[in-house]
């Protein structure tokens, strides 16, 4: 006499269900952070527009005085400056970006088994009702 | 005191005062752009943004060397125009003409740019500066307060007051007394950390700068002093004069003085800077580096550990850092840049 399918029992169910919300919210939580580091990027990149090193140009001036030549060098360094600053938030921007796209891909992966764990929830669900 | 040809281009020094001023403008904002909110970042991403503090505040403080810079040249030039006009006393007057145009904007008109603390500061400046001037003059004129049964007389003469407000006015003429000389050497302090200088070179060139000014203000007070001068309260006038007189003269070679002396700690202090930069990053680059050696051989289950492990060591020294750097940011520009520009209180000997 074969075996009756039973269906899953109310724990498994339970458990499906748990998995389903852990997934959701953890989809939700991955495409926010992936969000918010590309925002931050993004303000950063814009903010580097204002730190053009070349801009500060006073090496081609012909005036010659003891204040002159102080005051060019102390403008000079700022360039030094500016440059140094501006590297660092490019690398700041980079290091953004990549960690968007580790969660990019932790959102994708999420998603995956998201979709796995409904069917196997709705299919759960059929074989009980 | 470098000797030789001098050549002033006076339009190019213009044009380089208005590009630097407007460069300066640029990295303001910019500086101001540089500020991301951290909360809705994960953790990772915060230990990445977290030296953004420190870089605001290097951009803010290139930004007021480029206008320190810009009005290096916008003065030389002006000075060059009116010693082109005036030979020798032409120099002599436009240098002092120039001075005193300059020093009369935050002095008599507000000066305006407040911050939190608005007008206050600069209120509390012009208040020391009429105190100490009208204790100098009313203490020539009438003497020290004395009290007399019930009452005490302020000067000896003007209103009658109880004797219990003699506390709080003789209170308020210390302040007006002795506030001058704080406030000149706290703004003294102020303007030669926005120059770039570190704490121990400001505290250094303000000490001997202020020094320098209050040793010339009280040299003219005397001088004056002992001018035959009838009139009390234009003898008074004539004592303040001649001490801000003085003291405003003495505030170039004053400023020269101090500058010398702050170099001598600024060797030091740059030698220490460099040395603790170095350790800094070493220390910084190990970290991270170790955190991504133990990052990526492993899978993607492991890569939290790994995370975790780099990111709250990393958060943990960038935040000490960025802590101090925002806290000093703070106290500096919030404190010490809204103090007003130097007042010269005249003490009589």
């Not at chain 2, 460069?23 to 500020?35: F, I, N, P, S, Y």
């Not at chain 2, 680059?285 to 993607?300: A, E, H, N, S, T």
Request: glycine share 14%.
């Amino acid at each position: 006499m074969p075996a009756i399918d039973a269906g899953p029992t109310p724990a498994q169910l339970h458990a499906l269900v748990a998995r389903v919300d852990h997934l959701r919210s953890e989809l939700e939580k991955f495409e926010r952070y992936a969000r918010a580091c590309r925002a931050a990027a993004s303000k950063l990149s814009a903010a580097t527009g204002g730190l053009s090193p070349g801009a500060i140009d006073v090496g081609g001036m012909s005036s010659r005085a003891p204040r002159v030549d102080r005051a060019r060098a102390s403008a000079e360094a700022v360039r030094g400056t500016v440059d140094s600053v501006r590297s660092r938030v490019d690398g700041m921007v980079g290091d953004l970006q990549h960690v968007a796209v580790a969660y990019d891909r932790k959102a994708h992966d999420a998603r995956i088994d998201l979709t796995a764990a409904t069917a196997q929830l709705a299919a759960a669900r059929a074989g009980g009702g | 005191m470098a000797s030789g040809l001098m050549v002033i281009a006076v339009d190019e020094l213009s044009t380089a005062d208005q590009q630097l001023r407007a460069q300066a403008r640029r990295l303001e904002g910019a500086a101001d752009d540089l500020v991301v909110s951290t909360g809705d970042l994960p953790p990772e991403a915060q230990s990445i943004v977290a030296g953004l503090p420190g870089l605001r505040n290097r951009v803010e403080s290139a930004a007021r060397q480029l206008r320190t810079a810009a009005d290096t040249f916008g003065t030389v030039a002006a000075e060059a125009v009116l010693a082109d006009g005036g030979g020798l006393f032409g120099t002599a007057f436009g240098g002092l003409l120039m001075k005193t145009l300059t020093g009369l904007k935050g002095d008599v008109i507000p000066p305006g740019g407040y911050g939190p603390f608005g007008p206050v500061p600069w209120i509390a400046g012009r208040f020391t500066l009429v105190a100490g001037a009208a204790d100098t003059i009313f203490s020539h004129r009438y003497g020290y307060p004395w009290a007399d049964g019930t009452h005490w007389r302020v000067y000896g003469t003007g209103p009658y007051l109880s004797p219990k407000w003699r506390g709080p006015v003789e209170w308020a003429g210390k302040v007006g007394k002795y506030g001058g000389l704080g406030i000149t050497l706290a703004s003294t302090f102020s303007q030669r950390l926005n120059r770039g200088e570190s704490v121990p070179q400001a505290a250094g060139g303000a000490g001997v700068e202020t020094a320098s000014m209050w040793a010339c203000a009280t040299a003219g007070a005397r001088v004056a002093n002992a001018l035959p001068i009838p009139n009390p309260f234009v003898k008074g006038g004539a004592i303040l004069i001649g001490g801000a007189g003085a003291g405003a003269a003495c505030s170039t070679p004053g400023r020269w003085l101090g500058d010398r002396a702050s170099a001598i700690p600024g060797r030091v202090v740059d030698g220490a800077k460099i040395v603790g930069n170095d350790v800094k990053n070493t220390t910084l680059d190990g970290v991270k580096i170790l955190g991504r050696d133990v990052k990526d051989p492993i899978v993607r289950g492991a890569t939290t550990v790994g995370n975790d492990v780099k990111d709250t060591a990393v958060d943990g020294v960038n935040k000490v850092g960025s802590g101090l750097s925002t806290a000093g940011g703070f106290v500096k520009k919030n404190v010490l840049d809204k103090i007003p520009t130097p007042d010269i209180h005249i003490s009589l000997p």
